[in-house]
C-alpha cells in the first residue's frame, strides 16, 4: 500500500470511528421516541436500558476499536483543542467568585431545605421537576463560573494528602499588603 491508500484508509476509518463515537453519544436522545412508541412496557423498558446504558459504552469502543490508537490519540486532541475554548479561565475576579458561590451554594440549600420548608417556598411542591433542574442548571453553572482554580480546590476533596495554603489576613489577594 503507498502513502496515499494509507491515508486515505485512515481517514475513512477516523470518519466511521467518529461516527460511531457520535451515534453513542446521541443514542440517549433516542429514548423518548422509544417510551411513546407502541411496544409492549417490557421492551420499552430494555430498550430504553440498553439506549442509556449499552449502547453508547459499547459504540464508544467500537470507536476506539475502528479508530485504532493513532485515531484514537487525533479524536483526543481534536476534542481538548475545542473544548478548551470552553473550559472555565484559571482566575477569576472577586465579584464572579462570589456570584459563583451564591450559584454553587443555594441550589445546595433548596435541594436541602426544600423538603423540610416546602410549605414556605411558594410553587415548590407544585414545580418540584422544573426546581429541580433549575438547581441542577444553575449548580453545574457554577463550576464555569468560579473558574478553573475552584476545580482543583473541589478535586483537592478526594485526595486525602491534599492540603489548603490560606493566604494571611493582612495580605491582599495578589500578595500585596493592604
Do not use: Q
Amino acid at each position: 500500500m503507498s502513502n496515499i491508500d494509507t491515508a486515505s484508509a485512515t481517514g475513512c476509518r477516523f470518519a466511521i470511528g467518529v461516527l460511531l463515537f457520535v451515534i453513542g453519544l446521541g443514542a440517549p436522545a433516542f429514548i423518548p421516541l422509544v417510551a411513546g412508541s407502541g411496544l409492549p412496557a417490557a421492551w420499552k423498558t430494555g430498550l430504553s436500558g440498553l439506549l442509556a446504558l449499552g449502547v453508547p459504552e459499547v459504540m464508544m469502543v467500537a470507536a476506539a476499536a475502528v479508530m485504532g490508537k493513532s485515531g484514537f490519540a487525533e479524536l483526543k486532541r481534536r476534542l481538548g483543542r475545542l473544548l478548551r475554548r470552553y473550559a472555565p479561565p484559571d482566575t477569576v475576579s472577586s465579584t464572579r467568585y462570589r456570584i459563583g458561590l451564591v450559584m454553587f451554594v443555594m441550589p445546595l440549600l433548596v435541594g436541602w431545605l426544600g423538603p423540610y420548608l416546602h410549605h414556605h417556598l411558594p410553587a415548590y411542591d407544585s414545580r418540584l421537576l422544573c426546581v429541580s433542574v433549575a438547581g441542577d442548571l444553575v449548580f453545574l453553572a457554577s463550576f464555569f463560573v468560579l473558574g478553573g482554580d475552584f476545580w482543583d480546590k473541589v478535586r483537592s476533596l478526594f485526595l486525602h494528602r491534599a492540603r489548603t495554603v490560606l493566604p494571611s489576613r493582612d495580605a491582599s489577594p495578589r500578595g500585596e499588603s493592604r
